[in-house]
């Protein structure tokens, strides 16, 4: 039975990946940081043997090495870091560099340190792939001023972390691949259709736009993107369709 650990699986892209990784018959192993309060998490893993949550707040560097240490010997063959936060919009000289700091440790330095962590676990496993899950916000040509410029540096920096991962790695086997869900209709993903009027109120559009994905649909492409990776792939930052990332 091949194993997935999946990092923010309480939510989102992250639940769905859970889900959908369950009713494949995987083992699932997936991590939050309040198991008590992610009810849909509980409810899956209620319903499979094989699914197991662990609480994990990836910014607690000490809780990752314990993690991995807790899991030492077991094979992970996809290892999901897709815990990640949203910066607040921000205009130009608005910067809270506070906040956009602990967004890079949330986002770029928590996953270098997982895949750190765990990189034995995966050269172990038969699959052999590190995903980081990126966003279309990182493509520098289509960038622009909309306030996010946390979000969007962080993740950028997570597409050249992949790149550099990769390079480390590749001589294990050991695939590197920097994924991104598409527009989601998540949480996380509708926050990014506000924005902001003159007097700072978030204000939604009356229509969504069109290239906004369901979650299952986005998943689904991801998951199948997984299975097919090529060696020739290892550093890529890719769309969940299976088109790259400028």
Known sequence: MPTVL??????????????QYGAAGWRVIATCRAPARAEQLQALAHD???????ALDVDDFGRIEALA??????????????????????????????????????????PMKMAEAFVEHVAESEHKVIAMITSRMAN????RPDGLVSY??????????TKIV?????????IAVALSPGWAATDMGLGVLAY???????VFPDKAPDELINPVESVRGLRRLIENLTPEQTGAALLYDGQPIP
């Open 48 to 54: 499979a043997s094989s699914f197991i949550v662990h």
């Open 166 to 174: 990769a390079g480390y790695i590749e001589g294990r086997g050991i």
């Open 152 to 161: 969007r540096t962080s993740k950028a920096a997570l597409n050249m972390l």
């Open 140 to 143: 520098i040509p289509t960038a």
């Open 6 to 19: 999946i990092t923010g699986a309480s939510r989102g892209i992250g639940l769905e990946f859970a889900r």
């Open 69 to 110: 240490a807790t899991l030492a010997g077991e094979a992970i063959d996809v290892l999901i870091n897709n815990a990640a936060v949203m910066s607040s919009h921000e205009g130009f000289g608005e910067t809270d560099y506070d906040r956009w700091a602990r967004i890079l440790h949330t986002n770029l330095l928590a």
């Open 196 to 202: 902001h009027d003159t007097a700072g109120r978030a």
